[in-house]
């Protein structure tokens, strides 16, 4: 099968519409609701996909802004106006989302030991609990979440960007602060884990239409 | 080519944009390994496409509102004063302020901004910055060369002792076209023996003309002591009317 931009780009194109307050105004403080308004719904899922716990994400989300809001007062009129807004916004998050999951990582068994990512490869084929175990156990999206979250940060950060909030390499390469050549790599191995991980069906599960609060 | 460098480019080739991308399409088209392997790729993709984008709870943003409302308000009386070029009859002035009230005004003496804005910081002993001055400011200043009079409601001095505020606060009740002593300053806020202090709170008056420290002078009715000089002085004092009697008549009004 010779790949093809299908379905999967539906969301993306959807997100990727400019907005009024991008294109055309300089970001500032004294505008700063507007700032809140136009990106808490993106950043507040964003850090939801990577925390996969609504308290967290909220106060990330909180947290991003009001650092926002403090850089941006810092700024003088020409850093606000080179100021690319949105991923500046994500980085942002992104910090506050690594701060916050550093600081809980110790009960988070799964996620340390997944920092070979090669070994999780091996765990969901040997493990005691394989992929279909996991599927009679919940939807087909909570095993979507799910496995997301078994991912190691820095491919969950990629795959999270690439796929869900659709963005682009150089702009994924932007908000991470990497070459592109990283990116890619980050995003290849993200769908290569989540492949194993949601079984050689993957191409064949059924979603739900209706949306899950799974998380 | 082999399958695991196509694989790897699984991404990109869905955009169809890679320059090298031909090979790989070439491969991808013999290979059923790869197009397995693409299919499953693809399904990853779609099923993250998927995922619902989930609401914010309804009272996230008025908490963030909140939080960067309380964050405005602290900076409001923190931080930096606005500062602008305002012209004037007397020239350019350099007014600073802060929610909506002044907190300084300088005659331009002809120094480039950023010398300017670096003394005015010195002054002030905190951060401005350069803005727009907004139009009450401006309007301000008219009025007060329209009528000698302002409002000091409009002005913030807060920063200053009791001492200090007190007496600018009498200097502005001095009506214009007309002056008063530094003594005379100095027994009305009570503090009879003061005078000198009072010279000294005029001479670091950090609202020249709308706190009219020019009308303050010397008990002989000299007009020595102006921080933009005597000339200026007398210039301000001639524009509001006041002419100078002789000395001796003046010592014994003030």
């Known amino acids: 099968m010779v790949p093809k931009t299908g379905t999967a780009e539906r969301k993306p194109a959807a997100t990727n519409a400019p907005s009024p307050l991008r294109s055309a105004e300089v970001p500032s403080v004294d505008r700063f609701e507007r700032i809140v308004d136009e990106f808490q719904r993106r950043l507040y899922g964003f850090a939801l996909r990577m925390t996969g716990n609504r308290e967290d994400a909220e106060e990330i989300v909180q947290d ?25 916004l994500y980085t942002i998050t992104l910090n506050v989302t690594r701060n916050r999951l550093r600081s809980k990582r110790p009960t988070n068994v799964a996620l340390d030991s997944l920092a070979d990512p090669d070994a999780l490869l091996n765990n969901t084929q040997e493990g005691p609990e394989g992929p279909e175990q996991i599927v009679e156990r919940g939807t087909d999206l909570e095993l979507v979440e799910g496995a997301l979250l078994q991912l190691p940060m820095h491919l969950r950060e990629a795959a999270t960007l690439r796929f869900i909030e659709g963005r682009s390499h ?28 949601l079984g050689p069906q993957v191409g064949r599960i059924v979603l739900a239409e209706e949306p899950v609060n799974a998380v | 080519m082999r399958c695991s460098d196509v694989e790897a480019l699984w991404d ?61 308000n602290h900076y409001r009386s923190s931080r930096s004063d606005s500062i602008a070029r305002v012209a004037s009859p007397l020239g350019e002035l350099w007014i600073a302020w802060r929610d909506s009230r002044i907190t300084f005004v300088g005659i331009d003496r002809g120094q480039d901004d950023e010398a300017a804005v670096a003394q005015i910081e010195r002054r002030l002993s905190r951060p401005v910055r350069m803005a727009q001055a907004p139009a009450w400011i401006s309007e301000a200043v008219d009025d007060f060369f329209a009528t000698g009079r302002v409002d000091i409601t409009r002005i913030d001095i807060s920063e200053l002792s009791a001492f200090e505020q007190a007496a600018l606060r009498k200097a502005a009740q001095i009506p214009a076209g007309e002056v008063r ?10 503090h009879p023996q003061a005078a000198r202090a009072v010279g000294q709170v005029m001479a670091r008056n950090p609202v020249a003309l709308l706190f009219p420290c020019h009308r303050v002078v010397d008990a002989s009715g000299a007009l020595h002591n102006y921080g933009y000089g005597v000339e200026i002085k007398a210039k301000i004092l001639q524009m509001e009317g006041y002419v100078k009697v002789g000395a001796s008549k003046a010592a014994g009004r003030l």
């Open chain 1, 170 to 197: 150089p702009e994924i390469a932007e908000i991470l602060n990497q070459p592109i050549g990283t990116v890619k790599s980050h995003v290849h191995r993200a769908v290569r884990i989540l492949r194993r991980i």
């Open chain 2, 181 to 190: 002593s530094y003594g005379w300053i100095a027994r009305e806020i009570g």
């Open chain 2, 12 to 72: 990109e080739l869905r955009g169809g944009l890679e320059p090298h991308s031909e090979h790989a399409v070439a491969h991808l088209r013999r290979c059923k390994d790869c197009q397995a392997v693409y299919e499953q790729y693809e399904g990853v993709a779609y099923c993250l496409t998927c995922l619902p984008l989930v609401e914010p709870p309804e009272n996230l943003v008025p908490r963030i509102l909140d939080h960067i409302k309380a964050l405005r």
């Open chain 1, 64 to 88: 991003a802004f009001v650092r926002a809001f403090r850089a941006l007062g810092k700024m003088n009129a020409e850093q606000r106006a080179d100021l690319r807004l949105q991923p500046w």
